[in-house]
């Protein structure tokens, strides 16, 4: 009777793709009414998890979208800004942000 070779099975510990993720410092930064100074989206989702439904609509109301706005000149994300935009609520912004922010290195 033969014995089985045993399998040899290399593991690679491979980086995780995507774009790095834009940080912005100083007067670049987005600043919330009456909240936090947001330097990238991925401060801008976690703001969006606790920030008031009041916050949220001085900067998303009508046509007028600063979050947008923001991401779109300063982080250069359009496919982000143009789902932020899309955003019928603060729920639906910050599905947006979590959804792109899946495409950068983190």
Known sequence: MAV???????????KKEGKPLIVAFG???????????LPSL???????????DAQYRHHAAGQRNDFAKWVEEVL??????KDL????????ALKAAEKHLGKYRQ
């Open 4 to 14: 089985p070779k045993k399998k040899i099975v290399k593991m690679s510990m491979q």
């Open 27 to 37: 007067a670049r930064a987005f600043f919330v009414n009456n909240g936090p100074i």
């Open 42 to 52: 991925k401060e801008l989702a976690a703001a969006l998890r606790t920030m008031a």
């Open 76 to 81: 250069l994300d359009s496919a982000c800004a």
């Open 85 to 92: 935009r899309g955003a019928k609520d603060r729920i639906g």
